[in-house]
């Protein structure tokens, strides 16, 4: 005869700062947190936005759902994200990096100063001061998760996406020598790589029509191996690459660069057929 077992929640995971928070990835992660009863600090561009989504999560599954709006790409946005969690009482135990942008063009002749330097600083700068800011409190603690929404893209250079390609590179090294130094302080960083995704992210950088995204996955998955893998202290998470994907990344390493870069720019240049 044997027992019947009974079902065990899992353990309440705390409160999650989410950059990026409504749409695409950011929606998920936000669900995937809120469905184990996390509380979650909310941040992004649009109060209306913010505000209808934690209306949601917070009617969905009893959590608490706080806002932060503010553009993430001006030098005060972390300064101000972590002035408002302080005045909360709010360490996080979970900081998603997710807010980014790619963008489509020729560097010198079409792509503007103003969008690339834009996207090194939601890319790259916010990421690196929030983390400045929250880390050191996380180390005292003794407990704390960071995961950096990077991209497959960290692996090569990306003509037609230059500066996005570069952004990435440096999300996962630099994620990658801090998931070292943390050693043995209870904090973790983890990067997430994700492949080409069904998100806001074609769009807006305008990539629609291009064979890259041609066959691109659903971002839940993603999001959730993220997620488990930020919870599991893991290095580098890769998920979601379209079936051309695999065996690039494969081969990525060893074939001569200058034709990957070929192939990198006909995938991303080319309509799909």
């Excluded at 705390?14 to 996390?38: E, K, N, P, V, W």
């Excluded at 390493?253 to 200058?258: G, I, S």
């Amino acid at each position: 005869m044997t027992t019947p077992t009974t079902p065990t929640t899992p353990p309440n995971p705390g409160t999650a700062l989410l950059t990026g928070s409504y749409g695409g990835l950011g929606t998920c992660f936000a669900q995937i947190h809120a469905r184990r009863g996390g509380d979650l600090v909310l941040v992004g561009r649009s109060q209306d936005k913010l505000d209808a989504q934690a209306a949601g999560l917070t009617r969905t599954y009893g959590i608490t759902a706080r806002t932060i709006a503010v553009d993430l790409s001006t030098p005060e946005a972390a300064e101000t994200i972590h002035a408002q969690c302080q005045e909360w009482g709010i360490v996080p135990d979970l900081l998603i990096n997710n807010a980014g942008f790619g963008g489509q063009g020729d560097f010198s002749r079409e792509r503007t100063m103003d969008q690339d330097l834009s996207m090194i600083a939601v890319n790259i700068e916010t990421p690196t001061r929030l983390a400045k800011l929250f880390l050191p409190e996380m180390i005292e603690r003794g407990s704390g998760r960071l995961l950096n929404v990077s991209s497959t893209a960290a692996l090569l250079p990306g003509p037609l996406q230059a500066v996005y390609y570069a952004t990435k590179a440096y999300v996962t090294s630099w994620s990658n020598a801090l998931w070292h130094e943390l050693k043995g302080t209870g904090v973790t960083v983890t990067a997430l790589m994700p492949g080409a995704m069904q998100t806001g992210f074609i769009s807006t950088g305008g990539l629609s029509e291009t064979k890259m995204f041609a066959n691109a996955v659903d971002p839940m998955k993603v999001a959730q191996d993220g997620y488990d893998g930020a919870l599991a202290g893991e290095l580098n998470v890769v998920s979601g690459l379209p079936r051309w994907q695999k065996p690039m990344m494969t081969l990525a390493p060893v074939l001569p660069r200058k034709a990957m870069m070929g192939f990198v720019a006909d995938q991303q240049s080319a309509p799909a057929r």
